[in-house]
DNA sequence: TGGAGTGTGTACTGATCGGTAACGTTTGTG
DNA sequence: CACAAACGTTACCGATCAGTACACACTCCA
């Protein structure tokens, strides 16, 4: 079997299109930058959006397996392990080559909401937050919808500002507050 | 005094690059929504980055007063005026024109952190977060630093979901969680 | 009255955009 | 070995990019 080349693709166009931006990276400097001619990448996609949504398919099942792993292997219960995504985001913002969430910005360059870019991204929001509901069910009785919803702004806003804020490790902030939040439900 | 050319081509240059993006809108485009001449557009400006950079200025300007007015207005104590941005973040949410930070989009466009459009962005966020602290010194004692960049955690991330999410209403989400927080860091 | 300053419209620049055509070379497989 | 699919190289397409040049109209003020 040949080596995959769509996948190689896929591969490197996310790298460029999570350090360049989307409307930012031309296919030339895509060429460039992945050394995959444009003739072989016409030849498996269509279009440049249709190269977008593969690296996004790709990110959205790097990421969370990444996430989900990380939670487990860093917690054993179900409370350790929800409080645990902001040690696992900490860790991701610590990563030189972080530049925030590839969805948040995709869906800031494709911002209307029925744009295939733009539902994707906000796709990979919804099984984020199914997972996290998921154990959120374990460890609070009442109302796990809505301590999900409100980690998941922790989660978003802690990569915001993790992006554009001053503040040294707003992983950590976000973190207590979660406890504050899980302890609040519990009570 | 002729009536100001220049603050009439941010004014509505502001509307298109907030609802179409910045790298998605031509000069062409700004031109046709905007019906003023391009001739007219560099005269009052080098480059297409010195408008954007004049429209975040007057987006700056425009959003930190409405928010710092409707929440005296809609709170008398300063805890309550905290509680207050969510109820703000509420309204602006409802609005038919709602299409997310001005900011958060910006600088997911303009990544590098050195950009002016991104250090613009940053500066915005910085303003609000010391308005927010001045308020908090009034409402709790100890640590009001570490509360006001949870508030602003929580601000941020009810705007992505409230872009993104499928939440009904991540602003009431983010004030109960506002609320929670508050009353932790009081006791 | 007559410039100076400000505006519009149109046409243009060279560069870059996303995407394609033609052609030769490599590579796995019958 | 032979063939076909996959690949790279190069050149190209029309459209659009940011930005400029030029001719002309209006208005203010000396």
Redesign the interface.
Same mark, same amino acid.
């Given at each position: 079997m040949r080596p995959n080349k769509r996948d190689e693709i896929v591969r490197k166009a996310l790298e460029v299109f999570y350090?360049?931006?989307f409307?930012?990276t031309g296919m030339d400097l895509l060429v460039k930058e992945t050394g995959i001619s444009k003739t072989s990448m016409y030849r498996h996609f269509r279009t440049k959006e249709d190269i977008i949504l593969a690296t996004l398919r790709l990110r959205d099942e790097n990421f969370r397996n990444w996430l989900y792993r990380r939670i487990e292997a860093m917690a054993d219960t179900p409370k350790e392990q929800l409080l645990a995504v902001f040690d696992a985001l900490e860790e991701w913002f610590a990563k030189p080559e972080f530049?925030?969430c590839m969805?948040?910005?995709a869906?800031?360059?494709f911002?209307e909401s029925d744009h295939p870019i733009?539902a994707q &991204?906000?796709e990979h929001?919804?099984l984020l937050?199914d997972h996290f509901l998921k154990i959120a069910r374990f460890v609070i009785a009442r109302d796990p919808e809505?301590l999900t919803?409100?980690l998941?702004?922790?989660?978003?806003?802690?990569?915001?500002?993790a992006?554009?804020?001053? &503040?040294d490790n707003?992983a950590r902030?976000?973190k &207590?507050?979660a406890e504050?939040?899980i302890a609040?439900h519990s009570g």
């Open positions: 350090h360049n931006g409307h930012a530049r925030g969805f948040i910005k869906s800031a360059e911002q733009h &991204s906000a929001k919804r937050g809505e919803r409100q998941m702004i922790l989660k978003e806003g802690a990569i915001i500002m992006v554009m804020g001053h &503040s707003p902030d976000a &207590s507050a504050t939040l609040a």
